[in-house]
């Protein structure tokens, strides 16, 4: 996939309420964030999020967390998310190498 830079996507992303900005603090505790204890699937290098929104609209009781490396990318995920309500679904940028830690 090509990559092209998309204007204002660090913004975006940073004001998302999708986005989780600071993982570590969450680790090994994401039922917190989701304040519930349903299973968490996760999906690294989600792209721009088509499959992980579909699943968490099809999938209430269950929480999804995508990762992804890119700005350019996840910032397209973030697009599709404005408008829905979605409370199972959370996104982090980062690159997986780093999964450990978070």
Request: proline letters at 3%; aromatic letters at 6%.
């Amino acid at each position: 996939m090509r990559l092209k830079n998309v204007k204002g996507a660090k913004e975006k992303i940073k004001s998302s309420r999708y986005i989780i900005s600071n993982p570590v603090e969450y680790k090994n505790r994401y039922n917190k964030l989701f304040n519930n204890d349903n299973p968490i699937r996760i999906e690294i290098g989600m792209g721009k999020g088509d499959f992980i929104v579909e699943n968490a609209i099809k999938n209430p009781n269950i929480n999804f967390i995508g990762i992804e490396k890119y700005d350019s990318v996840i910032v397209r995920a973030v697009e599709k998310l404005e408008n829905l309500e979605l409370n199972n679904l959370k996104l982090i940028r980062m690159d997986a190498l780093m999964i450990d830690e978070v």
